[in-house]
């Protein structure tokens, strides 16, 4: 089965600029996360979609961070404005639904603010 | 926060088995163990999980202690492959389901 589709894979911005990223999960798969993984760190979760509603976004930062999942399939996370200290990859994954065991990820996108 | 504790950094030589440690000692009764790696510029990807029996599969053993404080991941032959990070969670329960919450992980190297 295709895997968790991120794109673009590398995106080089300036700060205050605005970015987005694109992620298609597996088929099927209900549950949809995107996670923040800064160099040395392991990922952040910062929000949890179920189907096209929200089931935890307490540490999206809301004030530039914002996310959507129209019609329940593919997801799109924003930043707007960007500050350098959200240089991270950007990692989407998806599982067949909340409280399974496993999460696929995708390969994510790595931001750099300049 | 992960409420794990691992060593950050292992090396291993090629062909011998990994042993992982993770100090969980908080875990309630409910409670999962789950196991995950990420290999260098890949996302991660799942392992192993158990509650309270060991467990194996393709990928790895799986050995939590009794009072399951504690628990090894074992990788019985080594790879150079297998370099790479490897996290031990304890998800947070939530009604919507886990949530997984990685540490730092352990850096694990496999040498030739």
């Known amino acids: 089965e295709a895997g968790v589709a991120q794109s673009p894979r590398y995106k080089i911005i300036e700060k205050r600029q605005s970015v987005a990223f694109w992620c298609n999960p597996i088929?099927?798969?209900?549950?949809l996360y995107w996670y923040q993984q800064i160099l040395g760190q392991g990922p952040k979760l910062l929000i949890q979609f179920q189907n096209n509603g929200v089931v935890d976004d307490s540490q999206l930062p809301k004030d530039r961070f914002s996310a959507e999942r129209l019609k329940g399939v593919d997801s799109t996370l924003k930043i707007q404005p960007a500050k350098l200290e959200d240089s991270a990859v950007y990692l989407c994954a998806s599982s067949t639904q909340p409280g399974t065991y496993e999460q696929y990820f995708g390969p994510g996108t790595r931001l750099t603010v300049t | 926060d992960a409420k794990t504790t691992q060593p950050p950094s292992m090396d291993c030589a090629e062909g011998r088995a990994a042993n992982l440690p993770c100090n969980h000692s908080t875990i309630s009764g409910n409670e999962y163990v789950y196991w995950y790696r990420q290999i260098h510029s890949q996302g991660p990807q799942y392992i192993i999980h158990?509650?309270?029996n060991n467990e194996t599969n393709e990928m790895a053993s799986l050995i939590i202690t009794e009072d399951r404080k504690s628990s090894t991941l074992i990788l019985p032959h080594a790879t150079l492959r297998d370099t790479a990070v490897y996290y031990c969670?304890?998800?947070?329960?939530?009604?919507?389901?886990?949530?997984?919450?990685f540490g730092t992980g352990t850096s694990l190297t496999v040498i030739p």
């Open positions: 088929s099927g798969h209900a549950t």
């Open positions: 969670i304890v998800p947070i329960l939530l009604i919507a389901g886990n949530q997984f919450y």
């Open positions: 158990g509650l309270k």
